[in-house]
């Protein structure tokens, strides 16, 4: 490396998303006296707000972008350096900014995040959701918008297929079912009728002990239109807000160029075969064309053969850990998704470079009940937990693995629901080893547990189904309920009084 030292600091953290900013705060709280450094590429910090623990397990918060100057008021010991990092040197404990600054650490936290996996990186018409800047850009190309195809089938294309009005939304999804990353088809067949309309409809529980599922044809397609003044009158009013957080939709307005109803067409079971710019239709094939006009900036062609004309493409296809700019010259073991490695102390494959949030990927020997997923959540408890390990290793006290990856737990929304997921809420990794229980009421909840070997090892919850803590429990205490059989999910039960 040219460039000497301008300054060598105890602990380095690089990112100032969720994972970084816990990171600080908890090393700072720590050891106030230690020299801090936070190095982000972004304007702007991340910063929990109206933070809550729901239950043993489940956390809510909100996330709110902040002045870096508030964590530096907070904690005189921290410097906050807005550059990029552009290269790191595991052997001279130093990294490099992209102008020209080179400063040592003793540890060092890499909390770069992750960035959209794009179909393409190409294509001007391809837009993916990360961060403020992305989704004003959404904002602004759907204000003159009357299509655009939505890639993807996790949490981004759940959300905001929901949220998009005045604008014909085709969704393509490659699975048989919508919201693969945190459903079954059960759940998204309950689900499904939120598109159409956000009216909940007053059904007596239905009590569906054994799973069953109608799934789509292969290749099939569905429309549903909602009524946008019907959907107002369902939902809520929220207050509109600039920070992305977990409600970054609510901030911004997803509204095409056109007024009233929402349309979504849903593609089952296909894949982008083509991006076609309509320059690029001009010297293909006539038949290219399908049902459709040329008039179309962009145009896409599934794998079930049609082919959509639209504004534009929101890929909404999962991200990919951000570590470039620390790979060259070290020796970072890396997971088979692109994650740097941590073991079950936060730390790389590198000594003395810890990892949190997006970034890495948990190598530990899991618990049976915990597994990983980017979300805000986990950013926030690796974070954490990655600035009590550092801590921990330089006042050489000892530390175990946090309760907090003990139970796989989500709180979130979904298609305006509370949607709750523990443990293997899909069975992940049971194979056939397992059983299903089902309750579900039209329009109202939809319950779903996981058994094996008679203990419950998962469940889905979407409504108000209040049944969150005794779920956790059950689950945390391994409780045999095979003499429950089916009762525990009587809706006429009151379920916990029966484990009082
Ligand atoms: C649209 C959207 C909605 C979401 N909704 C939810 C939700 O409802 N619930 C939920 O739990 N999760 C949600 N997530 C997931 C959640 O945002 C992420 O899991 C979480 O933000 C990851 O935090 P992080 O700190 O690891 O990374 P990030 O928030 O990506 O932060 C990374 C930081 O590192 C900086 N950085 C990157 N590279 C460098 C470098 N070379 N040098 C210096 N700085 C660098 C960046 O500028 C940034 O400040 C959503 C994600 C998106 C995109
Ligand atoms: N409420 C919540 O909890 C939310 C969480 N998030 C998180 O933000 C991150 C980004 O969200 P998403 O981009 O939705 O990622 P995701 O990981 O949730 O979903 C990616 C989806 O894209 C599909 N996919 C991948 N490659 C594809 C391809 N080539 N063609 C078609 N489909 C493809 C996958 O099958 C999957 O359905 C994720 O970590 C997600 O968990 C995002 C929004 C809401």
């Known amino acids: 490396?040219?460039?000497?030292?301008?300054?060598?600091?105890?602990?380095?953290?690089?990112?100032?998303?969720?994972?970084?900013?816990?990171?600080?705060?908890?090393?700072?709280?720590?050891?106030p006296s230690a020299d801090v450094a936070l190095i982000t590429a972004s304007p702007h910090i991340k910063t929990v707000t109206n933070y809550r623990q729901v239950s043993k397990t489940l956390e809510e918060f909100?996330?709110?972008?902040?002045?870096?100057?508030?964590?530096?008021?907070?904690?005189?010991?921290?410097?906050?350096?807005?550059?990029?990092?552009?290269?790191?040197?595991?052997?001279s404990h130093s990294l490099e900014t992209t102008d020209g600054r080179v400063f040592g650490y003793e540890k060092l936290c890499i909390c770069g995040g992750g960035r959209p996996k794009l179909l393409t990186q190409e294509?001007?018409?391809?837009?993916?959701?990360?961060?403020?800047?992305?989704?004003?850009?959404?904002?602004?190309?759907?204000?003159?918008?009357?299509?655009?195809?939505?890639?993807?089938?996790?949490?981004?294309?759940?959300?905001?297929?929901?949220?998009?009005?005045?604008?014909?939304?085709?969704?393509?999804?490659?699975?048989?079912?919508i919201g693969n990353t945190f459903f079954d088809a059960g759940a998204a067949q309950f689900l499904i009728p939120s598109l159409e309309t956000?009216?909940?409809?007053?059904?007596?529980?239905?009590?569906?002990?054994?799973?069953?599922?109608?799934?789509?044809?292969p290749g099939g397609s569905h429309t549903f239109t909602a009524d946008r003044?019907?959907?107002?009158?369902?939902?809520?009013?929220?207050?509109?807000?600039?920070?992305?957080?977990?409600?970054?939709h609510e901030g911004i307005v997803l509204q095409g160029s056109e007024q009233g109803t929402r349309r979504v067409s849903l593609e089952y079971q296909c894949e982008v075969e083509k991006i076609?710019?309509?320059?690029?239709?001009?010297?293909?094939?006539?038949?290219?064309?399908?049902?459709e006009n040329g008039s179309w900036p962009v145009y896409i062609k599934l794998t079930n053969g049609k082919t959509f004309g639209c504004d534009f493409v929101v890929s909404a296809t999962g991200v990919v850990p951000n570590t470039e700019p620390f790979l060259h010259g070290n020796n970072f073991a890396l997971a088979d998704d692109g994650g740097l490695q941590v073991d079950d102390h936060m730390m790389t494959s590198e000594p003395d470079v810890?990892?949190?949030?997006?970034?890495?990927?948990?190598?530990?020997?899991?618990?049976?009940?915990?597994?990983?997923?980017?979300?805000?959540?986990?950013?926030?408890?690796?974070g954490w937990y990655a600035g009590r390990c550092m801590a921990a290793q330089v006042l050489s006290e000892p530390i175990e693995l946090d309760f907090c990856f003990e139970?796989?737990?989500?709180?979130?929304?979904?298609?305006?629901?509370?949607?709750?997921?523990?443990?293997?809420?899909?069975?992940?990794?049971?194979?056939?080893?397992?059983?299903?229980?089902?309750?579900?009421?039209?329009?109202?909840?939809?319950?779903?547990?996981?058994?094996?070997?008679g203990r419950m090892v998962g469940a889905v919850l979407i409504g108000e189904t209040d049944l969150e803590e005794t779920f956790e429990n059950l689950i945390l205490n391994e409780m045999d309920l095979t003499p429950y059989g089916e009762e525990l999910l009587n809706p006429n039960i009151d379920i916990e009084d029966y484990f009082d």
């Open 123 to 177: 294509n001007p018409y391809v837009l993916g959701i990360r961060d403020t800047d992305s989704a004003q850009e959404l904002q602004k190309r759907l204000s003159k918008a009357k299509r655009i195809v939505v890639v993807g089938n996790g949490g981004i294309a759940l959300e905001l297929v929901y949220e998009v009005e005045g604008c014909e939304v085709i969704w393509a999804v490659k699975d048989k079912a």
């Open 62 to 91: 909100d996330v709110e972008e902040q002045p870096s100057s508030v964590l530096e008021e907070k904690f005189p010991n921290l410097t906050v350096i807005h550059s990029a990092v552009k290269s790191l040197h595991t052997r």
């Open 276 to 291: 076609f710019t309509s320059e690029e239709l001009l010297n293909s094939p006539p038949q290219t064309l399908g049902h």
């Open 198 to 217: 956000n009216k909940p409809e007053k059904d007596t529980p239905c009590k569906r002990p054994r799973y069953t599922t109608e799934e789509p044809a």
């Open 1 to 31: 490396m040219a460039n000497r030292k301008e300054k060598t600091f105890r602990f380095i953290i690089v990112g100032g998303g969720i994972a970084g900013v816990t990171c600080v705060e908890q090393l700072s709280s720590q050891i």
């Open 354 to 382: 810890y990892a949190a949030g997006d970034v890495c990927t948990a190598c530990w020997e899991h618990s049976p009940m915990w597994q990983q997923m980017r979300l805000w959540t986990q950013a926030r408890q690796m």
């Open 229 to 248: 003044n019907a959907r107002r009158q369902g939902s809520s009013s929220t207050e509109a807000g600039s920070a992305l957080g977990p409600d970054w």
């Open 407 to 453: 139970l796989f737990s989500h709180i979130t929304k979904f298609f305006n629901y509370k949607v709750v997921l523990l443990g293997k809420f899909n069975g992940q990794g049971l194979g056939s080893d397992h059983e299903l229980l089902v309750r579900c009421t039209k329009g109202l909840e939809y319950v779903k547990v996981v058994l094996s070997g």
